[in-house]
């Protein structure tokens, strides 16, 4: 994120740069006498350097909401991570299965043996998590 940010800064120095240098430019378009082809030419290709470098800024601009909207979800799944091992921490019961239990039985005996003060272990439904994640407001 802070290289994506940094590439970002760079390329609107640039432009804004340039928009400065555009309007000595247009001044400077104004004096020249000449070949009324070259000054035509010159003109077009300043207004063309001005609509890209508005593009530029338009995407820049873009990038930027997008990266926004990244950190905050970064944010917010970082603060979940904080809340669900805070839930784990102070909710969490060990199951009463030992490592030697695992080595010498098969899976679905591991399954029903694993006990949760003295309870069987419940399956949990997509339903029961979201319900969950909704009572702590996400």
């Known amino acids: 994120m802070a290289k994506t940010e940094d590439a970002a800064n760079k390329t609107m120095e640039i432009v804004e740069r340039y928009?400065?240098?555009?309007d000595?430019?247009?001044?400077?378009?104004?004096?020249?006498?000449?070949?009324?082809?070259?000054?035509e030419y010159l003109k077009l290709f300043k207004t063309a350097m001005d609509n890209d470098m508005t593009q530029i800024i338009t995407a820049?601009?873009?990038?930027?909401?997008t990266g926004q909207t990244?950190?905050?979800?970064?944010?917010?799944?970082?603060?979940?991570?904080?809340?669900?091992?805070?839930?784990?921490?102070?909710f969490g019961m060990p199951l009463k299965v030992t490592m030697?239990?695992?080595?010498?039985?098969s899976a679905p005996e591991i399954e029903n043996a694993a006990e949760i003060d003295?309870?069987?272990?419940?399956?949990?439904?997509?339903?029961?998590?979201?319900?969950m994640l909704n009572d702590f407001g996400f």
Do not use: C, P, W
Not at 19 to 22: D, I, R, S, V, W
Not at 60 to 65: A, K, L, N, V
């Open 24 to 39: 000595d430019f247009s001044k400077h378009l104004k004096n020249i006498s000449g070949d009324e082809e070259s000054i």
């Open 100 to 105: 030697e239990e695992i080595g010498t039985r």
């Open 60 to 65: 820049q601009q873009f990038q930027d909401i």
């Open 70 to 90: 990244i950190k905050k979800v970064i944010s917010l799944v970082s603060s979940l991570e904080v809340e669900l091992v805070s839930l784990i921490a102070n």
């Open 118 to 131: 003295g309870k069987t272990n419940e399956k949990i439904s997509q339903s029961d998590v979201e319900s």
């Open 19 to 22: 928009f400065e240098e555009a």
